[in-house]
């Protein structure tokens, strides 16, 4: 069993080609050889392997959470000669035994003396030879050694690694492609991954392409076996005990075709059953005994596509069969799928490669509601909750949605309302009660302008837009996350239930009587009393101040005008402060017709139109949302004759003029 990363992972190296005679020097960031025929080699600092890998176009700073460095070193075929700078010594090609004298791989070319290759190796050809490292031999397993060199006159394993015709690195094109050696017509499997990693039945190629007169050659880290003598994925699981608990959790779900079926290359991650012991009875139990379930956990272990264990230096995210997500990262401790270990690694099947893991990992399917939510990090509100004796429903209730706020939303809560909150178990109640919604909500249902039935009759309005989902106010943080029960979805703020309509808003508030006496001789006053989802801008007394009074009374006197100077500051759609983008901005009409546009200034002010600083925002009533602003909305038309910008900035607090036309 390896636990720790084998050496060759750690290893990444990037060569650099360069059979031209600049000299060392560094030009904006490229590094460029420093002597003719030298090629980089990436370390990882405490090993003193060095590694040729062909060319990658990034060099990764850390491997494995290691930091690596670079150095140079003679192209493979050159050597450095006395006094010269670089390596200049070009040496005369060989055959393929010759390069691997050359690569100093005795033990290869001992053996293949050994199984009468000598012929094959210099003379014919052309061939592909995937050279296992004197390491490599040295930890094959006995059997592996009992089939290098087999009594019985049958064809020695070594001829596996031997491909007919010239597959340089860059010949190898796909994720997956399988090529026929001339041990018995059988095949081997190469992969090719990011940052230059390419493998061989899980073998990594440590130094690939090194030429020979009649050939190529690859050296790598591992002796390989034929993958038919491998068995099929439920092969290796079935005959391996240390997987038994998996194994009855395959007979349950009917899942082991899946896991015989040859053809697509699959990756399966198998708890070993240590995993399984971790699980709560329960839930063991019901893996263990029902296929619905179960065939839902295994196929949250397979992922498509054969990933060896080499193949993640950094980290990658995968899809699984079940559409769920599962990261991979090779870090100093070794690999990790999500946040189970990988404790078995590069098992090689002839249908994939499985990975013993010592956890089970479990979709949201299968998971409760509160398991959620404890995966979700939302203390605060599972404290509120328990406080407020509503801890049951995160239990008992189905066909459910919680909305959970972060503890960050709880903590931003007025005092006073935080305070009335963690004092009054009624309003506590009433508050998070409005957080947990009938109906499961699903990531198809959540369309349009979606409204939720809450106990109370404050609905809860959902609205999908270009970046994400608002919920009243409120951002989505993260997916909606599903199980059986209910969904799960994670907010930035608090849901507080709206009381009052946008026009009782406007009426309650002092600091609006300007706007409230406008919007009221407009005669729009039963739009913002009855339902909907509107945006109202609404100037605050201040904003008044600063017109040219005469015209304004005149405007309030003429209905036709006054309906469309209100109509200028209300749009027919709802939109939170949250919908505006942070670094662009967003344009909408408003009832009226006008163009308006949000958008943050530098110091992060929300502005509309440019020139109108939003004072407060996210004000929300039964029938839409309610911003404040500090200035009146001007026709469009008009904004040719208003201030330029800067003098208006200039003459703010100061009484001046706007022309109020339409
Ligand atoms: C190699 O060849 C020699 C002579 O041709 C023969 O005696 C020997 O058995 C062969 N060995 C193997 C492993 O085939
Ligand atoms: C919740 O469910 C459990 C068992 O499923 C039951 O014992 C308990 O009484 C329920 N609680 C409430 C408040 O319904
Ligand atoms: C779930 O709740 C919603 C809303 O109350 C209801 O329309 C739907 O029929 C329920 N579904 C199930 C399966 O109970």
């Not at 004000?619 to 040719?640: F, P, Q, W």
């Amino acid at each position: 069993m390896k636990t720790m990363p084998s050496v060759s992972r750690l290893l990444l190296g990037a060569c650099i080609l360069l059979a031209v005679s600049t000299m060392g020097r560094r030009n904006g960031g490229t590094r460029e050889p420093p002597g003719p025929n030298m090629c980089m080699v990436q370390e990882v600092y405490g090993t003193g392997e060095k590694f040729f890998t062909h060319c990658v176009a990034k060099h990764l700073k850390m491997i494995c959470e290691r930091p690596t460095f670079v150095s140079w070193d003679c192209c493979s075929g050159y050597d450095r000669e006395r006094g010269q700078q670089g390596c200049t010594k070009e040496k005369p090609l060989g055959n393929l035994l010759d390069t691997a004298k050359e690569l100093g791989l005795r033990q290869f070319t001992e053996r293949a003396a050994m199984a009468n290759l000598t012929d094959l190796l210099e003379n014919q050809g052309a061939f592909t030879v995937f050279a296992p490292s004197d390491t490599a031999f040295r930890e094959s397993t006995a059997y592996e050694k009992s089939l290098l060199h087999p009594t019985d006159g049958s064809p020695s394993l070594l001829l596996y690694h031997i491909a007919p015709g010239k597959l340089s690195l860059n010949t190898f094109r796909n994720r997956n492609q399988e090529f026929v050696t001339i041990y018995q017509d059988k095949k081997i499997r190469v992969n090719k991954y990011a940052y230059g990693v390419a493998t061989v039945n899980c073998a990594r190629i440590i130094r690939p392409d090194e030429k020979g007169t009649n050939g190529v050659m690859h050296v790598i880290d591992k002796v390989v076996k034929p993958l038919e003598l491998q068995g099929n994925m439920a092969e290796r699981i079935f005959s391996d005990d240390r997987y038994s608990k998996f194994q009855m959790a395959l007979f349950v779900s009917d899942m082991v075709n899946q896991l015989r079926q040859t053809g697509k290359g699959y990756t399966l991650l198998a708890p070993t059953n240590s995993a399984f012991a971790k699980l709560p009875s329960e839930l063991l139990d019901r893996i263990l005994t029902d296929a619905d379930t179960a065939e839902k956990v295994i196929r949250h272990h397979v992922v498509k596509g054969v990933y060896c264990g080499d193949a993640i230096v950094v980290s990658v995210g995968l899809k699984t069969l079940d559409d769920g997500r599962v990261l991979f990262r090779c870090t100093k401790q070794g690999l990790l799928a999500n946040n189970a270990r990988v404790v078995d690694q590069d098992l090689v099947a002839s249908n994939g490669v499985i990975h013993g893991i010592d956890e089970v990992l479990l979709p949201d399917s299968v998971k409760e509601p509160s398991d959620l939510l404890d995966e979700m990090h939302v203390k605060r509100f599972m404290e509120l909750t328990r406080r407020a004796g509503l801890e049951y429903r995160l239990r008992n209730d189905s066909n459910v949605t919680i909305f959970a706020p972060t503890d960050e939303a709880i903590n931003a809560l007025p005092s006073r309302a935080r305070a009335a909150l963690t004092n009054e178990p009624l309003a506590m109640s009433r508050l998070l009660d409005y957080h947990i919604v009938k109906g499961k909500l699903t990531e198809n249902r959540l369309i349009g302008d979606l409204e939720l039935d809450t106990g109370i009759s404050a609905k809860i309005k959902v609205n999908v837009f270009r970046n994400g989902v608002a919920i009243n106010t409120a951002k989505a943080l993260g997916p909606l996350r599903e199980c059986d029960k209910g969904s799960v979805q994670k907010i930035n703020k608090v849901l507080v239930p709206p009381e009052k309509t946008l026009m009782e808003l406007i009426g309650d508030d002092r600091d609006l009587s300007m706007f409230k006496q406008a919007v009221e001789s407009s005669g729009l006053s039963d739009l913002l009393l009855r339902e909907g989802r509107f945006t109202v801008l609404a100037p605050t007394n201040r904003a008044f101040s600063y017109l040219n009074q005469w015209r304004l009374d005149q405007m309030m006197n003429n209905p036709a005008r006054l309906k469309k100077f209100v109509g200028r500051h209300i749009i027919n759609r709802m939109i939170a402060e949250c919908e505006i983008p942070a670094s662009s901005t967003y344009g909408i009409q408003s009832r009226q017709g006008d163009l308006t546009v949000f958008n943050y200034d530098t110091r992060g002010n929300l502005l509309v139109n440019d020139l109108i600083k939003v004072t407060q925002t996210d004000t929300l009533a039964l029938n839409g949302v309610l911003h404040k602003i500090d200035d009146v909305m001007k026709c469009s038309c008009e904004r040719g004759v208003t201030m330029s910008p800067k003098y208006q900035h200039r003459t703010r607090g100061r009484r001046h003029y706007h022309r109020l036309r339409h």
